[in-house]
């Protein structure tokens, strides 16, 4: 089944307007396939969602390595322009439909907000997101290691969202979009966020971003 949106929140920012809506290769617990997701309705952007099935090995069949040769989801298909890896897809999105506002494109504002696409491509993921896919998918996972990782990540995240509402300052942008999901279902793997109430507090900032959606809890066990 595919699921279709239409721009419910036609954003004033959008530079351009999409030929036909832009498809998703999507996995409803995937924190790599959230960012993108959110990040399209962020933009007010038309979309469909094309679920992958990854426990069916379908991102491991000739027909989704030639999207991706990873092998992993998201994928994004832009009206013939495909483009793989999360953060990837959201560098594309903003330079694509908006205006500077998520990427800004002067030097120093566009390399704050890479620093925090190589967190999320680094700490997020080998901390929060490495002790989610042990517990939750039961992937073999140092998950000590990952959750030490995750709390000295925090530690640093903490003071800086005291003295900032975004990761990159007092506007949201890439570096917020791309860290948010796994921070925000940190729990799932084991990783507390009782001691962090400023990222607690971001989390909320940006959970009431207009066009917001949520990450789908993993099912219990
Ligand atoms: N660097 C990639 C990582 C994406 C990734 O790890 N995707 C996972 C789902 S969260 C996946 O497709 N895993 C399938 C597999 O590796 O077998 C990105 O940012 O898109």
Do not use: C, K
Not at 168 to 173: L, S, V
């Amino acid at each position: 089944m595919t699921v279709s949106h239409a721009p419910t929140l036609p954003s004033p920012l959008l530079a351009n307007a999409p030929a036909a809506p832009l498809v998703l290769y999507h996995f409803p617990l995937s924190g790599h396939v959230h960012r993108v997701h959110l990040f399209l309705s962020l933009l007010g952007l038309p979309y469909r969602l094309q679920p992958v099935d990854l426990g069916g090995g379908e991102h491991r069949r000739e027909s989704f390595l030639g999207l991706n040769p990873f092998g992993q989801v998201p994928v994004l298909d832009d009206n013939g322009t495909v483009i793989g890896d999360s953060n990837a897809i959201l560098v594309y999105l903003a330079l694509r439909y908006d205006d500077g506002r998520w990427l800004p494109r002067d030097p120093a504002g566009a390399a704050a907000v890479q620093r925090w696409l190589s967190v999320a491509a680094g700490e997020i993921a080998f901390g929060p997101a490495a002790a989610r896919l042990g517990v939750v998918f039961g992937r073999p996972v140092q998950l000590e290691d990952a959750r030490l990782r995750a709390a000295r990540l925090f530690d640093v995240m903490e003071p800086l969202l005291t003295r900032d509402a975004y990761l990159t300052g007092a506007a949201p942008t890439l570096a917020d979009v791309a860290s948010y999901a796994y921070i925000a279902r940190a729990e799932e793997g084991g990783v507390s966020l009782a001691d962090y109430p400023a990222i607690r507090g971001w989390l909320a900032r940006v959970e009431a971003l207009p066009g917001f959606v949520p990450m789908p809890h993993a099912p219990q066990a």
